[in-house]
């Protein structure tokens, strides 16, 4: 019975045998797994195994310079992968087209796997190229389809400075952009093939790519708005830094009247050589006794046509102030500063009275939002002509820049009183003056006459006082009536006078 059962087997082996090469006459090219382009440049190519009792070999050819057929290596059975060297390849510039061939023997001739010339059965490498795009720094790549995989997905990687490769991302395209080259990088790119959407088995790889990232466009480290001041009603200055070695041309200074804009350009700097990182501009003819104003820096490069890389903002302080002159108060309303990137430390408000300013704040204030209202009270001041003029010093936390606002001035009218009667010489009253404030002295007259009209004192200066002698130095003048006039403007430049009598009493 055994042998009966092994008759059978080398029976039909043998039926098998004479299918597969006499009697067919061929054999099929094996069934491409992989073509890879390794680091090195060698172009490694796998098969499955040609399962043929009768199989002597594999014959491996490319295409050579002409279009004719290049023999380029022979294995034996029971190796199904060849490695064509980098040194005698050109896949670091090209695709590469591969042909295996299964060669069997069946007396008296040799059959091969058809397809050799026909373009049947031939193969290509994944061919990878890129290059840089500088003015968006990115690596665009290409590459040509995966020609033996069904529906192949590809992933990129990179390698940093030598190190170790990373994925950036997969596709099913055959094209790939990078963004994110900086300069001074060496960094190298290759594409891995994988069938049936990623699921495998097979994989593949390209050739490695090393774009020269020596052209890519430098973006600027920093480009702060350091302040903006108020100079006078219609000046501005405004301090920003930039980075130099950027690949910039200039920098626009744009200013709105709204933190949200629309922003216009108001002047435009341009890069030189040995430029400094701190730049200085004065905004000339604005009004900065009615509105603040916003200003950022845009940086721009014509050789890429690109603008962008916006500042902070920076934004003056608009300060107001009215007058109460029955409550002798004044309210003085003030906008915060944007936008320092450590934030306000304090505000200062400075006041002038009749146009000096006092040396020290009258008040200071913590970092608030939108707006602040302070109300001050005059009361006490007496002084000047009337005119109380406010200011605020922003200072900001860390480096101590600060900006200035406008100045905001609240006007009073005069306030006259005249005495109708004094005793020249006696223990009380012994002078006659009127008490006047929130003038201006500089225009101030006093005149007192008798009662045929001839003048017996005059003065311009607001602190001297009639001591009833005539100019104050002659005979002293008998009791009676007298009359005087007082005349004087206001801060405003409104003329004032006043006329009366005073009575001289011993």
Known sequence: MLRILFFVIILLFGVIRAQATCA???????????????????????WDPVLDI?????NIYTIDGTGANLQIGTVPIGTNCFIYPGSSNSSGTQSLQIFVEAVINCPPTTISSPGLGTGIGWFTTMYLTGGLEPCSASIDMDWNVNDFFNTPRYEVFMITNGGAAVSQGTTFSTTFSYLGVLPGDSI????VAVDN??????????????????GVLIMPAFNYLNTATVIDSQQIDIQFTIDTIADM???KIQRSTSEAGPFVTVATVDKFQNMDTIVDYSDIGVNTDST?????????????????????????IFVSATSSPVDALNTITMTEYKDWGLGVLRYDLYRAVG????????????????????????????????????????????TFMESNSNDACALHKPLLYVPNAFFPGGLYNPYFKPVLTFANPNTYSFRVFNRWGVVVFETRDVSSAWN???????????????????????????????????????
Request: a negative charge; aromatic letters at 14%.
């Open 197 to 214: 959407g990623g699921l495998g088995p097979g994989i593949s790889t390209t050739n490695i790519i090393t774009p020269d990232v020596s």
């Open 249 to 251: 041309t200039g920098y």
């Open 24 to 46: 067919t006459g061929s054999v099929l090219a094996p069934e491409i797994t992989s073509i890879s382009v390794d680091a090195n440049g060698d172009v490694v190519i796998c």
């Open 188 to 191: 190298n790119f290759y594409i």
């Open 54 to 58: 009768d199989l002597i070999q594999y």
């Open 468 to 506: 009833g002698r005539f100019n104050n130095s002659g005979d002293l003048n008998p009791t009676g009536v007298y009359f005087y006039v007082v005349e004087f403007n206001s801060a405003q430049g409104d003329f004032f006078t006043k006329e009366g009598t005073v009575t001289i009493v011993h």
């Open 292 to 316: 603040s104003y916003f200003y950022q820096i845009e940086i721009v490069n014509d050789t890429c046509g690109f603008n962008g890389n916006v500042s902070n903002l920076a934004s003056t």
């Open 355 to 398: 146009g000096v300013w006092e040396l020290t704040p009258i008040r200071s204030f913590l970092a608030f939002s939108d707006s602040m209202t302070f109300v001050d009270d005059i009361s006490e001041v007496f002084d000047g002509n009337g005119e109380f003029c406010y200011k605020i010093k922003a200072i900001e936390k860390g």
